[in-house]
């Protein structure tokens, strides 16, 4: 069972659902984006941005 079942069977609004859903796609790639920025200050010992990609 997927999350956005178990949330319509919980009697979550469908708007509510979708609108939750997306944002945790965009907090997936902000999170990725993240993880490489630290391990390449790490491994670089220097700061520089790495590129978002789509």
């Not at 509510?16 to 790490?42: P, S």
């Amino acid at each position: 069972m997927n999350t956005s079942t178990i949330l319509h069977e919980a009697d979550f609004h469908t708007d509510h659902i979708n609108a939750q859903l997306a944002h945790q796609k965009q907090r997936v790639k902000l999170m990725n984006w993240w993880g490489n920025y630290v391990d390449n200050c790490t491994r670089d010992k220097s700061i520089s941005l790495p590129r978002r990609t789509a």
